[in-house]
């Protein structure tokens, strides 16, 4: 334990004498805010399994009740820094560098025949920027609240299982490009040797942002999800699948100062696989349809959305010590070459015939600097894994991992617009948006300790009027408590 601790305190001063040396950071983008929150639910989804009796009172529950249960809490903190996310190195960035705290309290219940599970987990951030400009808060508190509460309660019958799930949880389909998201309400799964299905129907959490930011009262979203899924496992190393999910806006459209109204009801329909070819190389694909009523910007007209989505890809991992794999992905997302202003908002889309700008409630990693949704984009991706110490007998060496990856940006749609607010949308703009690295750097040092490092760099193309290089740095230490 005294070799645990020593390991994590000498750590953390390494990590503060990196801090003090980090260059400047750029605004959060919605995409980034995403893949942060994605990621917080993937390294705590362990938490949501029960499996102990720590205590006097959880042995008592076990022997009284045969209720099982897990209690615990999770810490981090994180700097986040980086340079020119406005393609500018003669202005300075708005928001200089940010420290975030992050702690969560989860508690987890299980019956004695596993059957039936409750989950709650209890959360608060907080946030210190330093800033440039008073138009970014100095500080900012998340008050503590559940970022998930569900009870679930499984059903088996014959050779089908059946479970409901009812509370606040995360829902996804096919890869998570389309819809992912923790929201309210009930999922029903139905799964048998060679069959997988869902039905979800969902509220957003109003406590967050509405995606069309410009919005009146967009810091409080309205809208209601709900749709269906199917796998169909046709062999061992091969699945297809199917779905459908919808997004129905009940926000508040009413004319705005500009003349403007805001909505987006829409569809989403796709077709995917995935599977292992031979060996330890992996493939998977998935087209994803968009369809379904927004407003033509700049007035009160509602038009059809008519957008698209693609992402393919391949994998291989090699047997080796280290671990080496390596990866090819392209991804695309349909855009609108007459939307001047953004990829999300009605105000600035489409100004004739139908919106073709792909407009998700989920999303891709498809780099860190630029950190791009995917909307009038084409990314090809390049990546590899490996394990350096994974020859080491200490498992403590073996568990760090380091993932290069490269990527090359295009539009398919030029002159229209990106998520990226610095690209040109001028008559004549290239499509050339530029290529950018990655490097992740994860460790798990000890059982109870984790360390992960991201840089990112974006070299801009010449679709840019500006092009001074993006940078971007992460540096997250987390520990259960």
């Known amino acids: 334990m005294r070799q645990r601790v020593l390991c994590f305190d000498v750590l953390t001063a390494l990590a503060g004498l990196l801090f003090l040396?980090?260059?400047?950071?750029?605004?959060?983008?919605?995409?980034?805010?995403?893949?942060?929150?994605?990621?917080?639910?993937?390294?705590?989804?362990?938490?949501?399994?029960?499996?102990?009796?720590?205590?006097?009172?959880?042995?008592?529950?076990?022997?009284?009740?045969?209720?099982?249960?897990?209690?615990?809490?999770?810490?981090?903190?994180?700097?986040?820094?980086?340079?020119?996310?406005?393609?500018?190195?003669?202005?300075?960035?708005?928001?200089?560098?940010?420290?975030?705290?992050?702690?969560?309290?989860?508690?987890?219940?299980?019956?004695?025949?596993?059957?039936?599970?409750?989950?709650?987990?209890?959360?608060?951030?907080?946030?210190?920027?330093?800033?440039?400009?008073?138009?970014?808060?100095?500080?900012?508190?998340?008050?503590?609240?559940?970022?998930?509460?569900?009870?679930?309660?499984?059903?088996?019958?014959?050779?089908?299982?059946?479970?409901?799930?009812?509370?606040?949880?995360?829902?996804?389909?096919?890869?998570?490009?389309?819809?992912?998201?923790?929201?309210?309400?009930?999922?029903?799964?139905?799964?048998?040797?060679?069959?997988?299905?869902?039905?979800?129907?969902?509220?957003q959490n109003t406590s967050e942002d509405n995606i069309d930011y410009l919005a009146t009262g967009y810091g409080h979203s309205h809208r209601w999800f709900y749709g269906a899924e199917w796998k169909l496992h046709y062999h061992p190393d091969h699945q297809v699948g199917l779905f459908m999910a919808a997004n129905k806006d009940r926000n508040n459209d009413s004319v705005d100062g500009l003349g403007q109204k805001h909505k987006l009801d829409s569809i989403y329909y796709g077709l995917g696989t995935d599977g292992r070819l031979f060996g330890?190389?992996?493939?998977?694909?998935?087209?994803?349809?968009?369809?379904?009523?927004?407003?033509?910007?700049?007035?009160?007209?509602?038009?059809?959305?008519?957008?698209?989505?693609?992402?393919?890809?391949?994998?291989?991992?090699?047997?080796?010590?280290?671990?080496?794999?390596?990866?090819?992905?392209?991804?695309?997302?349909?855009?609108?070459?007459?939307?001047?202003?953004?990829v999300v908002s009605t105000l600035g889309g489409s100004t004739t015939g139908k919106d073709q700008r792909f407009i998700s409630f989920g999303g891709l990693n498809l780099g860190y600097a630029l950190a791009p949704q995917l909307s009038n984009i084409q990314v090809i991706k390049l990546g590899s894994s490996f394990k350096p110490f994974g020859w080491s007998a200490s498992r403590r060496w073996s568990n760090l991992s380091v993932q290069p990856v490269y990527y090359i940006y295009s539009r398919p749609s030029a002159p229209g617009a990106t998520s990226d607010p610095y690209i040109s949308t001028a008559a004549g703009a290239s499509s050339n948006i530029g290529n950018a690295y990655d490097l992740t750097v994860a460790w798990k040092a000890a059982v109870d300790a984790n360390y992960q490092l991201k840089f990112g760099r974006f070299n801009p193309g010449s679709a840019y009027t500006t092009r001074s290089n993006e940078t971007y740095l992460r540096l997250k230490v987390s520990l259960d408590l």
């Open 21 to 203: 040396n980090c260059p400047a950071y750029s605004q959060i983008s919605m995409e980034e805010a995403r893949r942060e929150k994605l990621e917080t639910v993937e390294e705590l989804r362990r938490t949501e399994k029960v499996f102990g009796r720590s205590s006097w009172m959880t042995s008592s529950l076990y022997r009284n009740f045969g209720w099982r249960t897990n209690v615990g809490g999770w810490v981090s903190t994180s700097y986040t820094g980086g340079d020119n996310n406005d393609r500018n190195a003669a202005l300075p960035d708005v928001l200089d560098h940010s420290w975030d705290q992050e702690l969560r309290f989860f508690m987890g219940i299980s019956s004695g025949t596993g059957r039936t599970n409750f989950y709650s987990r209890l959360g608060t951030t907080y946030t210190r920027n330093s800033r440039s400009s008073v138009a970014i808060r100095s500080s900012d508190l998340i008050q503590p609240t559940f970022d998930m509460l569900y009870i679930s309660h499984s059903l088996p019958t014959g050779r089908w299982q059946h479970q409901f799930t009812f509370g606040r949880q995360f829902v996804m389909v096919e890869r998570g490009i389309s819809f992912s998201a923790v929201a309210d309400g009930l999922r029903y799964g139905i799964h048998s040797p060679i069959n997988d299905f869902q039905f979800f129907f969902l509220r």
């Open 280 to 342: 330890k190389f992996l493939y998977w694909g998935q087209f994803i349809g968009e369809s379904g009523k927004t407003y033509q910007s700049g007035g009160t007209t509602k038009i059809d959305v008519s957008a698209s989505a693609l992402d393919v890809g391949f994998r291989y991992f090699f047997t080796t010590a280290v671990a080496p794999s390596l990866y090819l992905e392209y991804a695309m997302g349909s855009g609108d070459k007459d939307a001047t202003g953004n």
